[in-house]
Protein backbone atom coordinates (compact mmCIF):
# COMPACT_ATOMS: atom_id res chain seq x y z
CA UNK A 1 0.00 0.00 0.00
CA UNK A 2 1.26 3.46 -1.12
CA UNK A 3 2.39 5.42 2.14
CA UNK A 4 1.81 8.56 2.65
CA UNK A 5 3.40 12.01 5.03
CA UNK A 6 1.32 14.94 5.39
CA UNK A 7 2.92 18.11 5.95
CA UNK A 8 0.85 21.16 7.04
CA UNK A 9 0.72 23.77 10.11
CA UNK A 10 -3.16 23.58 10.54
CA UNK A 11 -3.98 20.68 12.77
CA UNK A 12 -7.63 20.86 10.95
CA UNK A 13 -6.59 20.07 7.52
CA UNK A 14 -3.91 17.38 8.52
CA UNK A 15 -6.89 15.37 10.57
CA UNK A 16 -8.89 16.06 7.60
CA UNK A 17 -6.54 14.69 4.92
CA UNK A 18 -5.31 11.80 6.84
CA UNK A 19 -8.88 10.68 7.72
CA UNK A 20 -9.99 11.18 3.88
CA UNK A 21 -7.22 9.42 2.61
CA UNK A 22 -6.79 6.42 4.70
CA UNK A 23 -10.97 5.73 4.33
CA UNK A 24 -9.89 5.01 0.59
CA UNK A 25 -8.40 1.96 1.08
CA UNK A 26 -5.98 3.22 -1.62
CA UNK A 27 -3.50 4.67 0.49
CA UNK A 28 -1.61 4.96 4.20
CA UNK A 29 -1.02 7.90 6.05
CA UNK A 30 1.97 6.87 8.45
CA UNK A 31 2.30 10.31 9.75
CA UNK A 32 1.94 14.43 10.05
CA UNK A 33 4.30 16.43 10.65
CA UNK A 34 3.56 20.59 11.14
CA UNK A 35 6.66 22.01 9.47
CA UNK A 36 9.08 20.86 6.88
CA UNK A 37 11.44 20.52 9.92
CA UNK A 38 9.66 18.06 11.78
CA UNK A 39 8.81 16.90 8.36
CA UNK A 40 12.31 16.14 7.56
CA UNK A 41 13.23 14.08 10.09
CA UNK A 42 9.98 12.15 9.79
CA UNK A 43 10.95 11.40 5.76
CA UNK A 44 14.36 9.84 7.45
CA UNK A 45 12.76 7.75 9.74
CA UNK A 46 9.50 6.62 7.67
CA UNK A 47 10.53 6.81 4.18
CA UNK A 48 7.21 6.93 2.68
CA UNK A 49 6.18 6.72 -0.52
CA UNK A 50 4.49 10.39 -1.22
CA UNK A 51 4.39 13.48 0.60
CA UNK A 52 1.72 16.22 0.40
CA UNK A 53 2.26 19.63 1.81
CA UNK A 54 1.32 22.58 1.84
CA UNK A 55 3.73 26.24 1.19
CA UNK A 56 3.36 28.71 4.32
CA UNK A 57 4.57 27.11 7.31
CA UNK A 58 6.68 28.10 9.87
CA UNK A 59 10.06 27.45 10.74
CA UNK A 60 11.27 25.39 6.79
CA UNK A 61 8.11 25.98 4.30
CA UNK A 62 7.17 23.47 1.91
CA UNK A 63 9.17 24.81 -1.02
CA UNK A 64 12.54 25.04 1.06
CA UNK A 65 11.30 21.33 2.08
CA UNK A 66 11.12 20.34 -1.39
CA UNK A 67 14.58 21.06 -2.45
CA UNK A 68 16.06 19.94 0.60
CA UNK A 69 14.28 15.91 0.24
CA UNK A 70 15.15 16.08 -3.70
CA UNK A 71 18.86 16.91 -2.50
CA UNK A 72 18.92 13.75 -0.40
CA UNK A 73 16.24 11.80 -2.55
CA UNK A 74 14.85 12.33 -6.01
CA UNK A 75 12.77 8.76 -5.88
CA UNK A 76 10.09 10.43 -2.85
CA UNK A 77 6.92 12.13 -5.02
CA UNK A 78 6.04 15.26 -3.61
CA UNK A 79 2.45 16.53 -3.93
CA UNK A 80 2.00 20.51 -3.25
CA UNK A 81 -1.09 21.12 -1.76
CA UNK A 82 -1.79 25.14 -0.99
CA UNK A 83 -3.85 28.31 -1.07
CA UNK A 84 -1.62 30.28 -3.31
CA UNK A 85 -2.35 30.78 -6.50
CA UNK A 86 0.92 32.27 -7.62
CA UNK A 87 2.74 30.74 -10.60
CA UNK A 88 5.93 31.98 -9.15
CA UNK A 89 5.21 29.09 -6.34
CA UNK A 90 4.62 26.71 -8.79
CA UNK A 91 6.86 26.98 -11.15
CA UNK A 92 9.57 26.99 -8.39
CA UNK A 93 7.60 23.86 -6.81
CA UNK A 94 7.90 22.10 -10.19
CA UNK A 95 11.64 23.08 -11.10
CA UNK A 96 12.43 21.21 -7.92
CA UNK A 97 10.82 18.29 -9.35
CA UNK A 98 7.06 18.26 -7.55
CA UNK A 99 4.74 15.86 -8.74
CA UNK A 100 1.94 17.93 -8.94
CA UNK A 101 1.06 21.22 -7.59
CA UNK A 102 -2.61 21.64 -6.35
CA UNK A 103 -5.17 24.24 -5.00
CA UNK A 104 -7.38 24.17 -2.04
CA UNK A 105 -9.96 23.36 -1.20
CA UNK A 106 -10.17 20.53 -2.95
CA UNK A 107 -12.41 17.45 -3.30
CA UNK A 108 -11.85 13.69 -2.10
CA UNK A 109 -11.81 12.53 -5.63
CA UNK A 110 -9.89 14.94 -7.14
CA UNK A 111 -7.15 14.18 -4.54
CA UNK A 112 -7.41 10.73 -5.14
CA UNK A 113 -7.20 10.77 -8.51
CA UNK A 114 -3.87 12.65 -8.31
CA UNK A 115 -2.15 10.90 -5.86
CA UNK A 116 -3.37 7.23 -7.92
CA UNK A 117 -1.48 9.08 -11.02
CA UNK A 118 1.52 9.62 -9.25
CA UNK A 119 1.75 6.62 -7.06
CA UNK A 120 1.51 4.69 -10.35
CA UNK A 121 4.26 6.30 -11.96
CA UNK A 122 5.92 5.06 -8.78
CA UNK A 123 5.44 1.76 -9.34
CA UNK A 124 6.54 2.15 -13.00
CA UNK A 125 9.69 3.70 -12.01
CA UNK A 126 10.15 1.15 -9.16
CA UNK A 127 9.45 -1.78 -12.10
CA UNK A 128 11.60 -0.45 -14.26
CA UNK A 129 14.59 0.08 -11.77
CA UNK A 130 13.70 -3.51 -10.87
CA UNK A 131 14.19 -4.89 -14.17
CA UNK A 132 17.69 -2.97 -14.52
CA UNK A 133 19.32 -4.01 -11.59
CA UNK A 134 18.26 -7.64 -12.72
CA UNK A 135 20.07 -7.29 -15.99
CA UNK A 136 22.82 -5.47 -14.30
CA UNK A 137 23.56 -8.26 -11.88
CA UNK A 138 23.28 -10.72 -14.84
CA UNK A 139 25.53 -8.75 -16.60
CA UNK A 140 27.92 -7.50 -14.41
CA UNK A 141 27.55 -10.51 -11.12
CA UNK A 142 29.05 -8.74 -8.13
CA UNK A 143 31.48 -10.74 -6.35
CA UNK A 144 29.60 -12.25 -2.86
CA UNK A 145 33.13 -13.15 -1.66
CA UNK A 146 34.50 -9.74 -1.73
CA UNK A 147 32.17 -7.75 0.48
CA UNK A 148 35.27 -7.17 2.65
CA UNK A 149 37.36 -6.02 -0.25
CA UNK A 150 34.41 -4.12 -1.33
CA UNK A 151 33.69 -2.58 1.92
CA UNK A 152 37.23 -1.43 2.54
CA UNK A 153 37.28 0.46 -1.19
CA UNK A 154 34.05 2.11 -0.41
CA UNK A 155 35.45 3.53 3.36
CA UNK A 156 38.24 4.46 1.13
CA UNK A 157 36.76 6.70 -1.06
CA UNK A 158 34.32 8.13 1.48
CA UNK A 159 37.38 8.67 3.70
CA UNK A 160 38.87 10.79 0.60
CA UNK A 161 35.59 12.58 -0.39
CA UNK A 162 33.47 13.06 2.64
CA UNK A 163 33.35 16.53 2.41
CA UNK A 164 32.31 17.15 -1.34
CA UNK A 165 29.29 18.23 -1.45
CA UNK A 166 28.41 15.73 -5.02
CA UNK A 167 29.63 12.23 -2.82
CA UNK A 168 26.72 10.24 -3.31
CA UNK A 169 26.81 6.18 -3.80
CA UNK A 170 26.15 6.66 -7.38
CA UNK A 171 29.65 7.94 -7.42
CA UNK A 172 31.48 5.23 -5.43
CA UNK A 173 29.87 3.07 -7.70
CA UNK A 174 30.85 4.94 -10.69
CA UNK A 175 34.44 4.60 -9.11
CA UNK A 176 34.07 0.93 -8.36
CA UNK A 177 31.89 -0.32 -11.80
CA UNK A 178 29.92 -2.00 -9.19
CA UNK A 179 25.73 -1.67 -8.97
CA UNK A 180 24.87 1.06 -6.42
CA UNK A 181 22.14 -0.34 -4.89
CA UNK A 182 24.67 -3.77 -4.26
CA UNK A 183 27.13 -1.12 -2.37
CA UNK A 184 24.31 0.18 -0.54
CA UNK A 185 23.13 -3.10 0.87
CA UNK A 186 27.06 -4.26 1.45
CA UNK A 187 27.92 -1.05 3.43
CA UNK A 188 24.63 -0.97 5.76
CA UNK A 189 25.14 -5.04 6.31
CA UNK A 190 28.92 -3.91 7.53
CA UNK A 191 27.84 -0.71 9.04
CA UNK A 192 24.21 -1.18 10.38
CA UNK A 193 23.80 2.03 9.47
CA UNK A 194 22.81 3.51 5.71
CA UNK A 195 25.42 5.10 3.64
CA UNK A 196 23.49 8.72 3.92
CA UNK A 197 23.28 8.45 7.67
CA UNK A 198 26.44 7.53 8.11
CA UNK A 199 27.73 10.37 6.02
CA UNK A 200 25.81 12.95 7.64
CA UNK A 201 27.21 12.28 11.01
CA UNK A 202 30.63 11.84 9.85
CA UNK A 203 29.92 15.71 8.50
CA UNK A 204 28.37 16.64 11.49
CA UNK A 205 31.23 15.58 13.92
CA UNK A 206 34.08 16.83 11.68
CA UNK A 207 31.84 20.10 12.16
CA UNK A 208 31.46 19.51 15.96
CA UNK A 209 35.51 19.68 15.93
CA UNK A 210 35.88 22.91 13.89
CA UNK A 211 33.63 24.72 15.73
CA UNK A 212 35.38 23.80 19.20
CA UNK A 213 39.09 24.09 17.67
CA UNK A 214 39.03 26.75 15.53
CA UNK A 215 37.37 29.96 14.82
CA UNK A 216 35.94 29.38 11.60
CA UNK A 217 32.25 31.06 10.83
CA UNK A 218 29.55 28.80 10.10
CA UNK A 219 29.37 29.05 6.53
CA UNK A 220 33.09 28.57 5.95
CA UNK A 221 32.53 25.19 7.83
CA UNK A 222 29.42 25.03 6.81
CA UNK A 223 31.51 24.24 3.23
CA UNK A 224 34.62 22.64 4.91
CA UNK A 225 31.91 19.84 5.48
CA UNK A 226 30.28 19.47 2.30
CA UNK A 227 27.05 21.52 3.33
CA UNK A 228 26.31 24.00 0.29
CA UNK A 229 23.58 25.85 2.05
CA UNK A 230 24.74 27.00 6.06
CA UNK A 231 20.65 27.04 6.61
CA UNK A 232 20.21 23.54 6.23
CA UNK A 233 23.59 22.39 7.94
CA UNK A 234 22.12 24.60 10.97
CA UNK A 235 18.79 22.31 10.71
CA UNK A 236 20.98 19.02 10.83
CA UNK A 237 23.35 20.15 13.34
CA UNK A 238 20.83 20.93 15.78
CA UNK A 239 19.31 17.63 15.12
CA UNK A 240 22.32 15.49 15.96
CA UNK A 241 23.60 18.10 18.84
CA UNK A 242 20.34 19.38 20.39
CA UNK A 243 21.89 23.09 19.86
CA UNK A 244 22.48 25.53 16.71
CA UNK A 245 26.38 25.61 15.64
CA UNK A 246 26.79 28.80 17.33
CA UNK A 247 25.28 27.54 20.46
CA UNK A 248 27.06 24.54 20.94
CA UNK A 249 30.63 26.80 20.10
CA UNK A 250 29.43 28.91 22.76
CA UNK A 251 28.61 25.87 25.29
CA UNK A 252 31.70 24.34 24.90
CA UNK A 253 33.66 27.35 25.47
CA UNK A 254 31.82 28.37 28.39
CA UNK A 255 32.44 24.42 29.44
CA UNK A 256 36.25 25.20 29.40
CA UNK A 257 36.37 28.28 30.97
CA UNK A 258 34.66 27.11 33.79
CA UNK A 259 36.87 23.78 34.45
Known amino acids: MTSILIVDDEPVIRKGLSTKLNQSGEFKVVGCAEDGVEALKMIDQLQPDIVITDINMPNMDGLEMLERIHEADDEIAIIVL ?13 RAGAADYLLKPISASVLNETISKVDAKIRQRKSEKKRTDMLEKMLFPQPE ?3 EDVEARMMAIIQEKWNDPNLNMDMIAEKLFMNSNYLRQVFKAKNQI ?3 KFLREMRLHHAARLLTETNMQVQQISD ?8 YFSICFRDAYGASPREYRENSRNFERDR
Open 82 to 94: TGYDRFSYAQRAL
Open 145 to 147: AGK
Open 194 to 196: SFV
Open 224 to 231: AVGYQDSA
